[in-house]
């Protein structure tokens, strides 16, 4: 069987997720899109990284995006905890809020941005 790959789709493979998060700048305009992706499980999360309660990118320190257990993604600006499965806020400044999601597909051990993801939109909508 036969799999085609679009691969300005790919974003990485799923085992650089073995730290369980990693994020992306995507698109060249002046206003690219921030991305991380999280590993749940066996199940894979996009999200803009963007936090719903200031706007501040997540991972004040680059490429941290989980608690220390790994169990929540933390926004390290105000210490906003959210669901990893979901971006639901629990705990912080935001509670109740949500990131905004990123719909990924998972091929032949890499991780994708979903057919039809518009990045240009999704950064015009995370400003
Ligand atoms: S910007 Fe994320 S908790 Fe304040």
């Given at each position: 069987m036969t799999v085609e790959l679009d691969l300005e789709r790919v974003l990485?493979?799923?085992?650089?997720?073995?730290?369980?998060?990693?994020?992306?700048?995507?698109?060249g305009r002046d206003w690219p899109l921030r991305i991380f992706v999280v590993k749940s499980g066996e199940t894979v999360h996009g999200y803009v990284n963007r936090?719903?309660?200031?706007?501040?990118?997540?991972?004040?320190?680059?490429?941290?995006?989980?608690?220390?257990?790994?169990?929540?993604?933390?926004?390290?600006?105000?210490?906003?905890l959210f669901?990893?499965?979901?971006?639901?806020?629990?705990?912080?400044?935001?509670?109740g809020a949500a990131l905004t999601p990123v719909p990924l597909q998972v091929s032949c051990g890499l991780v994708l941005l979903d057919e039809g993801v518009d990045v240009d939109a999704l950064a015009g909508a995370a400003r």
């Open positions: 990485c493979r799923l085992a650089d997720l073995a730290g369980g998060a990693r994020g992306f700048t995507l698109g936090c719903p309660h200031a706007g501040h990118a997540l991972d004040l320190l680059p490429q941290r995006f989980l608690t220390a257990d790994g169990s929540l993604i933390l926004c390290s600006s105000h210490g906003a669901e990893k499965s979901t971006g639901y806020c629990v705990a912080g400044p935001c509670a």
